[in-house]
């Protein structure tokens, strides 16, 4: 039982893996190796520095001795989503079975082979059967799991529906919960930021796995004297997005949320800059897309966009900024660019106060 082995494994057979990744949820294979690589390079570093993250603390206290101990707390259950199937289930299931714990795996119901294929690679690796096992289930019998008597923990990466649910099952149980749900990411670019460098992180930033990502850039809040600029940047390396570039979205479902969104946004006021209708032909495909004058009122503006659509706010300081950056439900990530540091830190201080 090696979690090197488990490394080695997903760096021998990654092809496989990335094609499986690709085929289920639709990523580039650009992406799904890139995956895949990240999933080995977690195992890689936890096993050669598992004993020193691991050590017992020794703290001082009034108490003749006092230290901190990690120690397992049993079977943890893992409700994992469908977009980066390799690398959501190697983040929890890594450090979980690290210290000691067993984990059971109910996977997204769209990547089944991504979800069998990794309970294996364990398995391959020496890990005894059932120290990591994979639920083939319905969504509607997580409930039983999580309330069984012998599973102590559930973590969750999902919507904010789904959130709820298992944080009040979690709750009702008396049992330890970690829920990781949406975000609509703030990427602020101040007057004396580097434009250039900023519009190709964006783009980046925006439409990896065709913005199918919790903790993406959502939100591009522009200072005015530069926003044209900007703006001209990121449309010109959005239209050189092609397919190939990106791939297509999840599924169905998806593709209608994110033309409904837009759609009625549009309807409300807001502007097109470049894409905002689905592309012809088959596949769920949907094109690089900004838009400005969005308002409160709209979907585009308090929804979580989980598709490749970036939204413009222009502000005329660094206060206006902050306000709008703040203004949304969900955290995650967010980022400022400037070359002031100092200018940077007063942001950064403001989204921890805010929550974000």
């Not at 979690?3 to 893996?17: C, N, S």
């Not at 980046?204 to 903790?215: D, K, N, Y």
């Amino acid at each position: 039982m090696s979690l090197k082995k488990v490394a080695q494994i997903l760096l021998r057979e990654k092809e496989k893996f990335a094609k499986t990744i690709t085929l289920e949820m639709g990523k580039t294979i650009r992406e799904s190796l890139a995956e895949v690589e990240k999933c080995a390079t977690l195992c890689e570093f936890l096993a050669s520095d598992a004993e020193t993250i691991l050590k017992t603390e020794i703290i001082k206290t009034e108490a003749k001795k006092s230290y901190i101990r990690f120690e397992p707390l049993g079977i943890i259950f893992a409700i994992m989503p469908w977009n980066y199937p390799f690398w959501q289930v190697f983040r929890a299931a890594v450090p979980t079975l690290m210290v000691g714990n067993t984990m059971l795996l109910k996977h997204a119901s769209n990547v089944p082979q991504s979800s069998q294929l990794i309970e294996e690679i364990f398995l391959d690796a020496g890990f005894d059967k059932g120290v990591f096992q994979n639920l083939l289930i319905d969504s509607s019998m997580s409930e039983q799991v999580i309330r069984h008597r012998y599973v102590r923990g559930v973590t969750l990466t999902g919507s904010e529906k789904a959130g709820s649910v298992v944080a009040s099952l979690a709750g009702k149980s008396i049992k330890k919960s970690i829920l990781e749900l949406g975000g609509s990411d703030p990427f602020i670019v101040l007057d004396d930021a580097d434009i250039e460098k900023a519009a190709s992180t964006a783009t980046s930033a925006r439409l990896s796995v065709t913005g199918q990502v919790c903790i993406a850039a959502k939100r591009f809040i522009i200072h005015k004297k530069i926003a044209s600029q900007f703006i001209q940047k990121l449309t010109k390396n959005f239209i050189a997005k092609k397919i190939g570039d990106m791939g297509p979205l999840s599924g169905k479902k998806i593709l209608e949320t994110i033309e409904n969104q837009v759609n009625v946004s549009i309807k409300m006021g807001a502007k097109i800059i470049i894409g905002g209708k689905r592309m012809p032909g088959k596949g769920y495909f949907y094109p690089p897309t900004i838009i400005t004058n969005v308002t409160k009122k709209m979907p585009l503006y308090f929804e979580e966009t989980f598709g490749p659509v970036a939204t413009i706010f222009i502000v005329k300081d660094d206060t206006e900024a902050i306000k709008i950056a703040n203004d949304t439900k969900f955290g995650l990530g967010a980022s400022v660019w400037t070359k002031n540091l100092e200018r940077a830190k007063r942001f950064k201080f403001m989204f921890q106060i805010m929550g974000l």
